[in-house]
């Protein structure tokens, strides 16, 4: 299976503040690669796939880069309502898997 | 509005047996690969299974093969997730999640927690 490593594990962030999140995976995995939020006691919610592309609804803040094995998820200007878990997945072959999380919270 | 509601989880003893049911509105659910993922409690997220439009092509992931059963009525607009010889590490909350293309998704249910525990 391929593994999914995110760094940092977690971090502390201010209103307004650029965050970045990174994914390294184990293997080649081109641009397979998709990113989620989940907040306490929600469903995940669907940001990006193919590295890149925002999922509908999305807003702009929000963005992916990368290909192979190294990706990022970079969020413009950190909101309250960004502070949240983040993962990584990789959907190249089965079976998917998923980063161990990035938890973002407030400084 | 795209919508994935889950129902069928509870407590179940060890190897005993569920049906998780995931009931889809907003979109032609035919036209969809469909997922199970899970969660377990204060844990990450776990890829279950997957099955394509006509539920023709099925995956699995190795922990569950053998023991769950990943089937869908289109005319119902209906997932299901059959569990089997259910196990403690099976406990988590299961997502019905709607994938826009193989691999990918987009729309997640709520959730429903299933709890394996005598």
């Known amino acids: 299976d391929i593994q999914m490593t995110q760094s940092p594990s977690s971090l502390s962030a201010s209103v307004g503040d650029r965050v970045t999140i990174t994914c390294r995976a184990s293997?080649?995995?081109?641009?397979?690669l998709a990113w989620f939020q989940q907040k306490p006691g929600k469903a995940p919610r669907s940001l990006i796939y193919?590295?890149?592309s925002l999922q509908s609804g999305v807003p702009s803040k929000f963005s992916g880069s990368g290909s192979g094995t190294d990706f990022t998820l970079t969020i413009s200007s950190l909101q309250p309502e960004d502070f949240a878990t983040y993962y990584c997945?990789?959907?190249?072959?089965?079976?998917?898997?998923f980063g161990q999380g990035t938890k973002v919270d407030i400084k | 509005e795209v919508q994935m509601v889950e129902s069928g989880g509870g407590l179940v003893q060890p190897g005993g047996s569920l049906r998780l049911s995931c009931a889809g509105s907003?979109?032609?659910?035919?036209?969809?690969?469909m997922a199970w993922v899970r969660q377990a409690p204060g844990k990450g997220l776990e890829w279950v299974a997957t099955?394509?439009?006509?539920?023709?092509?099925?995956h699995y992931v190795d922990s569950v093969k053998g023991r769950f059963t990943m089937s869908r009525d289109n005319a119902k607009n209906s997932l299901y997730l059959q569990m089997n010889s259910l196990r403690a590490e099976d406990t988590a909350v299961y997502y019905c999640?709607?994938?826009?293309?193989?691999?990918?998704?987009?729309?997640w249910g709520q959730g429903t927690l299933v709890t394996v525990s005598s």
């Open positions: 907003g979109f032609t659910f035919s036209d969809y690969w």
């Open positions: 293997q080649d995995i081109s641009n397979y």
């Open positions: 193919a590295a890149s």
């Open positions: 997945q990789q959907y190249y072959v089965y079976p998917p898997t």
């Open positions: 099955i394509m439009q006509d539920g023709g092509e099925k």
């Open positions: 999640a709607r994938n826009i293309f193989e691999g990918v998704t987009a729309d």
